[in-house]
Structures are given as C-alpha cells and as structure tokens.
C-alpha cells in the first residue's frame, strides 16, 4: 500500500496542532519558483472529493476547494494552490524540490517523446 506525505493541511477546530499558514509567508520567493509550484499544485489528481468548500485561514475566501490532489507521492488539499499563489505561503523545502524535480524530468521526458518518431502511437491507434 502507498503512504501519501500529506503537506499543505492546516490548524483548524478539528486538527489543532496542525501548522498555522500565517507562519509561513515569505514576500521573498522566487516568482518564478512560486507559479511552477502553484501549476503543479492545481495538475494533482483529484483522489477525495468532499461536501462543501474549506475556508482560506487567511482571507476568509470561503470557497477554496474541496478535494484532495496527489501525484502519487504527496497528498494536498485543492486550496493549497491559493495560499501559495494569492497569500506567498512557503511550503517545506523537500516538497518544493520534489516538485522542481518533478518538472524537470517531466520537461526532458516531454522532450524527447517529442523528439522520437510517432510508431508506438500509431500502432496503439490500429490495435482494436
């Protein structure tokens, strides 16, 4: 069975000794980085949708998802790109490298599919 690293769930009545977005603002993250990060985010595979929308703990938007995305690796809930893209919540380091990594290698492997000639697909698209 695959154990998911849950990241981005935050404080609330019911888990209370989860971190506290507001401690994790940084106005200095790399712009760039930061909306690599956030389009990571939002690409997750939905894995749980739930009933209603969970609040923003920082501006109250009351509609900030109400799934939970993975890439097989980490599990997030969908809000998380919000807080990352409209408040700069700095997320672990691990997780932010996990993700440059990721687009890395999803960049060359795109590029290279791109690069090599289309016999696999086609023989996929003849096989009925």
Not at 81 to 92: S, T
Request: with cysteine; net charge negative; charged share 30%.
């Amino acid at each position: 069975m695959t154990s998911l690293i849950r990241v981005g769930f935050w404080r609330s009545e019911y888990e209370p000794t989860l971190p506290d977005p507001r401690g994790h603002l940084d106005e200095t993250w790399d712009d760039e980085e930061r909306k690599l990060v956030v389009a990571y985010l939002r690409g997750g595979l939905p894995v749980l949708h739930m009933m209603g929308f969970s609040p923003c703990r920082i501006c109250d938007r009351s509609d900030n998802g109400n799934a939970e995305l993975t890439d097989g690796s980490y599990l997030w809930p969908q809000g998380l790109a919000h807080y990352v893209q409209d408040h700069g919540v700095r997320l672990p380091r691990e997780f932010e490298r996990h993700v440059l990594d990721r687009w890395e290698v999803l960049e060359e492997a795109a590029m290279r599919a791109h690069k090599a000639p289309p016999d696999r697909w086609m023989r996929m698209t003849q096989q009925r």
